[in-house]
C-alpha cells in the first residue's frame, strides 16, 4: 500500500519561499509510470493542480503557477519536493501531495495546511 | 486553458438518483475521473476512465462520458454519499480540476 506524506512549515511570510516534501513509502518513486504530483486547496475552495515530477526529473505545472514553482525529486530518499516563491496570502491552502498514473490520481497524502501571514 | 465546468450544488433525497455534471469542450474525447471528499479528508478517486470503479468503490457509483459532458451518477443515494465531488482530466500534459459539486442528502 503506497503512502504519502507531507511534511513541511505551517506558517510563512509573505515574500518568502515555501517548500514541502512528500515521503513515499511502500513504492519506489523510480518506478516508471507515475507522476508525482502537488495539488492544492483553498479554504472552502475547489482543487487546483500546481504541477508534476517524472521520476526522470521531466516536469509539467500550472501555467498560472508556472514562473514561481518548481518540484524536484530525490530518488535516494524516496520523495519529491515542492518550492513556491514569492508567497501571498493568496497561497494559504491545503497542499496536498499525490501520484498520479495512466490519467488518474489514485493516492493521495493527507495534506498540511500551509498559512502565509506575516 | 482548459476548463471544467460542475453545478456548484445537487441536493438529492435518500434512495433516489443523483446525477453531478461535468462540462469541457469535446470532453469526450479525453478520460474523465471523478474524486469525492468529505470535509477534512483527502480526495478518494471513485470513478477512472470515464466509467471504471476502482476496487472498494460501491456499484451505485457510475459514470459516462460522451459529446462536451461526462456524468457521475450515484444510484439509491446513501447519506454517506454526501461531500464534494470533482470530475478531473488531462490536457496537454496538464491536469485539470472542475470546481466541484457539493452533494447533499437530504
Known amino acids: 500500500q503506497v503512502q504519502l506524506q507531507e511534511s513541511g512549515p505551517g506558517l510563512v511570510k509573505p515574500s518568502q519561499t515555501l517548500s514541502l516534501t512528500c515521503n513515499v513509502s511502500g513504492g519506489s518513486i523510480s518506478s516508471g509510470g507515475y507522476y508525482w504530483s502537488w495539488i492544492r486547496q483553498h479554504p472552502g475552495k475547489g482543487l487546483e493542480w500546481i504541477g508534476y515530477?517524472?521520476?526522470?526529473?521531466?516536469?509539467y505545472y500550472n501555467p498560472s503557477l508556472k514562473s514561481r514553482v518548481t518540484i524536484s525529486v530525490d530518488t535516494s530518499k524516496n520523495q519529491f519536493s515542492l518550492n513556491l516563491t514569492s508567497l501571498t496570502a493568496a497561497d494559504t491552502a491545503v497542499y496536498f501531495c499525490?501520484?498520479?498514473?495512466?490519467?488518474?490520481?489514485?493516492?493521495w497524502g493527507q495534506g498540511t495546511l500551509v498559512t502565509v501571514s506575516s | 486553458s482548459y476548463e471544467l465546468t460542475q453545478p456548484p450544488s445537487v441536493s438529492v433525497s435518500p434512495g433516489q438518483t443523483a446525477s453531478i455534471t461535468c462540462s469541457g469542450d469535446k470532453l469526450g474525447d479525453k478520460y474523465v475521473c471523478w474524486y469525492q471528499q468529505k470535509p477534512g479528508q483527502s480526495p478518494v478517486l471513485v470513478i477512472y476512465?470515464?466509467?471504471k470503479r476502482p476496487s472498494g468503490i460501491p456499484e451505485r457509483f457510475s459514470g459516462s462520458n460522451s459529446g462536451n459532458t461526462a456524468t457521475l451518477t450515484i444510484s439509491g443515494t446513501q447519506a454517506m454519499d454526501e461531500g464534494d465531488y470533482y470530475c478531473q482530466a488531462w490536457d496537454r500534459g496538464t491536469v485539470v480540476f472542475g470546481g466541484g459539486t457539493k452533494l447533499t442528502v437530504l
Open positions: 499525490a501520484r498520479a498514473k495512466q490519467q488518474l490520481i489514485d493516492y
Open positions: 515530477i517524472y521520476y526522470s526529473g521531466s516536469t
Open positions: 476512465q470515464d466509467r
